[in-house]
């Protein structure tokens, strides 16, 4: 066999090698995040995830009604797994514990009588039932924050299920000045705050239904 030959055998060779790795750690991404991450990836197209598109109106500590748009994203996206398993020599950073399983990000949009509020939202869901979320944080764009007003802060409670995602949300309020309301205006008892004014500690329940 001539040597020009030869190396296309070897060039061929290698080439399917480097495909069948590539198909092989995309293939284990993919199935290692079915397992581990089923709030989030489905083989069934139509499975109803926790990923995706809520909305739904609250009421607010001041009385006011609010429309609540929140996007829960992919921890993973399509492109990114499969930059991910063309890699070469990929940096070996492990598969993520547990706990960095759990974990989800999103956004959030607030519009009410006084404006529109942008948010970060990151939370985790509970290890044992993935319906439940441990906590869910939202983090406020400074750039739309609203004076005197009640900005959400920290939901304690959640569960979803099908088309409904129910939270238990807190509140922070901002000053005229553009400062969140501190321990200043409260009285602390064993390391807790107890607001004199009950309004500020406020724990209001939200209701979203699955959709844009």
């Not at 190396?7 to 090698?17: K, N, P, R, S, W």
Request: aromatic share 10%; glycine share 8%; with cysteine.
């Amino acid at each position: 066999m001539q040597k020009s030959h030869l190396l296309l055998l070897g060039f061929t060779v290698l080439a399917g090698i480097s495909w069948g790795v590539y198909e092989l750690k995309y293939y284990f991404s993919y199935r290692s995040d079915l397992h581990s991450r089923p709030w989030a990836y489905n083989e069934d197209a139509k499975a109803k995830l926790l990923v995706g598109q809520w909305h739904g109106t609250f009421i607010d500590p001041n009385g006011l009604q609010k429309n609540l748009a929140l996007e829960i994203v992919v921890p993973v996206t399509e492109e990114e797994r499969q930059k991910k398993a063309a890699k070469r020599l990929p940096k070996r950073k492990g598969l993520g514990g547990r706990k960095e399983k759990q974990i989800f990000e999103g956004a959030a949009v607030v519009n009410g009588p006084n404006g529109r509020e942008d948010y970060e939202v990151w939370g985790s869901v509970n290890k044992e039932d993935f319906h439940k979320l441990n906590e869910l944080n939202f983090r406020a764009n400074e750039q739309t924050l609203l004076r005197k007003n009640f900005s959400l802060n920290l939901a304690t409670e959640g569960n979803w299920h099908e088309d409904t995602l129910s939270l238990k949300c807190g509140f922070s309020y901002i000053t005229e000045e553009g400062s969140r309301y501190s321990s200043s205006e409260g009285v602390v008892r064993n390391g807790v705050i107890e607001w004199q004014d009950s309004q500020y500690d406020k724990v209001v329940n939200i209701t979203l239904q699955r959709g844009p």
